[in-house]
């Protein structure tokens, strides 16, 4: 028996051979079958470049106003769930109380990412490492792909998480990219949420400016 990290009840683990076939890793199971229904998975049509669920085929409104900055360049993001009560509830224990078992359940979550040369993680900045004591992205994804770090960030007051959408857009850029050689093929920049896209276009231009050879896209548990 377990204890999910989620309600506290004890479970059964059961071998679930479907994920076992898809990814390399077996995972241990952290949550119970009734707290992974909270989480819903994105389904029906998706936003071409962020995968927001969408009414019409196309592109959501987010991605209309980075069209306007960045032309047909658009950051190809993946990511699997809904921005639903459980997810929210799940990040806000994670990252806001610094709850660091529950990255666990994060990673229970990822059943499929894309394949990439180069895994990089968007870094926390250096006054939230030292307030949670632990990078919230690197602590999730080392669980699962090799990680390689190309980029600092520097402190720029307020979270993200704290800000409202005007002050998200408005934010200036904070990334670096950190020179290393012989990178080349494709990077895939991996964060928790993508809510407006700012945070992920600013590492991506950042790493741009050192690795412009590189393709470089995005995956984000949810959207
Ligand atoms: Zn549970
Ligand atoms: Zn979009």
């Not at 950051?75 to 009560?85: G, M």
């Not at 007051?157 to 290393?180: D, M, S, V, Y």
Request: glycine letters at 4%; aromatic letters at 10%.
């Amino acid at each position: 028996m377990s204890k999910c990290l989620l309600c506290n009840s004890n479970f059964r683990r059961q071998i679930n051979y479907e994920k076992l076939l898809s990814f390399t890793k077996i995972k241990e199971k952290y949550t119970c079958n009734f707290c992974l229904e909270n989480f819903a998975k994105k389904s029906g049509k998706l936003c071409r470049g962020c995968s927001k669920e969408v009414k019409k085929e196309g592109l959501c409104s987010d991605c209309l106003q980075w069209q306007k900055i960045y032309g047909n360049n658009l950051l190809d993001n993946k990511s699997l769930y809904k921005y639903n009560d459980a997810f929210h509830d799940l990040m806000v224990r994670y990252k806001r109380y610094g709850d660091y078992i529950l990255c666990h359940v994060l990673v229970e979550l990822i059943d499929n990412l894309p394949v990439a040369d180069y895994y990089v993680p968007v870094p926390s900045s250096p006054s939230h490492l030292e307030r949670r004591g632990f990078d919230t992205i690197r602590s999730i994804y080392q669980n699962l792909v090799p990680l390689t770090n190309l980029l600092i960030k520097n402190d720029n007051g307020k979270a993200q998480g704290e800000k409202n959408r005007n002050e998200r857009l408005l934010t200036k850029q904070t990334f670096l990219a950190i020179k290393k050689e012989n990178i080349n093929g494709k990077i895939l920049l991996l964060d928790d949420i993508y809510t407006t896209g700012r945070t992920l276009y600013h590492a991506r231009d950042a790493l741009l400016e050192v690795y412009s050879n590189c393709e470089i896209n995005s995956f984000t548990i949810s959207r």
